[in-house]
């Protein structure tokens, strides 16, 4: 065999092999991105962001700018971001998040379902507490103008929802529940039973007992305000208790209070 007979031979051969070889590197190479991008889904489904991240970062090591490898990492980031600003209360801009995540096309079907469930949540969540506080607001201005009756009543409002019990809800609760304790202890030192209902949060409030203060502080209030000039004649048996309530609480003269009313 003429010698440039051979080289071409083994020049074919070897092309053959290194085209056989390049060709089983790809599919080798395509497989292993499968399965990685396989773990990563599946490690989602698991919540199991930081392992889903590490799987898909590995994907893009065997195709870099591989377009759905960086959808779902870009996911992720943007969700896990949603959920941090959640913890932190931050109701509206994790909202914002989970409505990106919710919108993306070509991700993971699955943070798509969670994300748009959350921000649909949010929604609500974001409504209802702008309706508790204008209700404490109020609820406030009222008890500070001794009209604590009136003040439970708002707070009903905010204690007798069904889900206030939820940790969107914390903070506006105990501001609640406080204002309402507050409220409570000093109908009850006016005298009323107070009961409250747990199913609705309404307060109940029963006929006075006068005596929950005595008469003899009732006397001495007044002869207090008398000497102050005031007319004790105007003012209600109720009006008068308020007054000694909030006196003693301050620390302060029942003519100093009604001076500052």
């Known amino acids: 065999m003429k010698r440039w007979v051979w080289w071409s031979l083994v020049a074919v051969i070897t092309a053959v092999i290194f085209i056989g070889f390049g060709y089983t590197k790809k599919v080798a190479t395509q497989k292993d991105y499968e399965q990685l991008v396989a773990r990563g889904q599946a490690n989602i489904d698991r919540a199991d ?23 779902y990492l870009k996911q992720i980031a943007t969700y896990q971001a949603g959920l941090k600003l959640l913890k932190q ?3 509206q801009a994790a909202r914002l998040n989970f409505q990106m ?16 469930n959350l921000q649909t949540e949010l929604k609500e969540v974001i409504k209802e507490l702008k ?31 069904g889900s206030i019990d939820q940790d ?11 204002l309402q304790g507050y409220n409570n202890y000093v109908l009850r030192s ?19 007992n006068d005596k929950a203060i005595s008469p003899e502080r009732l006397a001495q ?12 004649k105007k003012l209600s048996p109720t009006e008068l208790k308020r007054l000694i309530i909030k006196a003693d609480k301050e620390h302060k003269s029942v003519v ?6």
Not at 168 to 178: H, P, V
Not at 256 to 261: P, S
């Open 49 to 71: 962001y930081k392992q889903a991240k590490i799987n898909f970062q590995d994907a893009l090591k065997k195709k870099q700018n591989d377009k759905p490898a960086q959808i």
């Open 89 to 91: 209360k931050q109701y």
């Open 101 to 116: 995540v919710a919108a993306t096309d070509g991700g993971s079907s699955t943070l798509v379902r969670r994300s748009a």
């Open 131 to 161: 309706i508790f506080e204008t209700a404490y607001d109020k609820a406030y201005k009222l008890s500070s103008r001794y009209q604590y009756s009136a003040s439970n009543t708002k707070l009903a409002v905010i204690l007798g929802y």
């Open 168 to 178: 969107y809800y914390r903070t506006i609760r105990q501001k609640a529940k406080k």
């Open 190 to 208: 006016l005298g009323y039973t107070v009961e409250v209902d747990d199913d609705s949060a309404e307060t109940k409030v029963a006929p006075k």
């Open 221 to 232: 209030a007044k002869k207090e305000l008398a000497r102050a000039g005031v007319n004790t």
């Open 256 to 261: 100093k209070v009604l001076k500052e009313k």
